[in-house]
T-cell receptor, first 109, second 116 residues
């Protein structure tokens, strides 16, 4: 059984700060890693994908992948109240996409 | 265009009813998924279709029956559901589930199902 683990939070940061979200996974064969944002009552929205070790930046978001440590993270710079949501880490397995339990982020104005 | 369309948005059904959830995408994706999500829990995989063939069934009860009529459509037929089946049902698609660089999955808005 594939496992994807995240701190459930809640994580609270002040507006303008950096929010750091972490995820570990158990399957060393995983090759694709994603971060989804989910607002309450809505469906998950893809915000970042990463496939190779290192950092990938897209606007205020930076994804970091370390396959040796089986660790993927998401940094949100200049956090805004509109970033308040649950962030889901997702990892591909064989013909599958597994989700972590999500981290609830609250950005305090 | 990364749109996956699900209908209906809300559904209330009795335990003896038969209903269907529908999902459509026109992105040329060849992998489509059904997920079930309960409140404050992550999406839980139910079925994966790859090139219109069922490739994964995550031990889902037979009261849930998936169907993939063509590469753009995915249905989930519901029969004799239980109240504990009430959840948000999410459809997703990706370009190709077999090729790791083409596995970005995009979700529809979901169907909020209530079984009474």
């Amino acid at each position: 059984q594939k496992e994807v683990e995240q701190n459930s939070g809640p994580l609270s940061v002040p507006e303008g700060a950096i929010a750091s979200l972490n995820c570990t996974y158990s399957d060393r064969g995983s090759q694709s890693f994603f971060w989804y944002r989910q607002y309450s009552g809505k469906s998950p929205e893809l915000i970042m994908s990463i496939y190779s070790n290192g950092d990938k930046e897209d606007g205020r978001f930076t994804a970091q992948l370390n396959k040796a440590s089986q660790y993927v993270s998401l940094l949100i710079r200049d956090s805004q109240p509109s970033d308040s949501a649950t962030y889901l880490c997702a990892v591909t397995g064989a013909n599958n996409l597994f989700f972590g339990t999500g981290t609830r982020l609250t950005v305090i104005p | 265009d990364t749109e996956v369309t699900q209908t209906p948005k809300h559904l209330v059904m009795g335990m003896t009813n038969k209903k269907s959830l529908k999902c459509e995408q026109h992105m040329g994706h060849r992998a489509m998924y059904w997920y079930k999500q309960k409140a404050k829990k992550p999406p839980e995989l139910m079925f994966v279709y790859s090139y219109e063939k069922l490739s994964i069934n995550e031990s889902v009860p037979s009261r849930f029956s998936p169907e993939c009529p063509n590469s753009s459509l995915l249905n989930l037929h519901l029969h004799a559901l239980q109240p504990e089946d009430s959840a948000l049902y999410l459809c997703a698609s990706s370009q190709d589930v077999r090729i790791w660089m083409n596995t970005e999955a995009f979700f529809g808005q979901g169907t909020r199902l209530t079984v009474v």
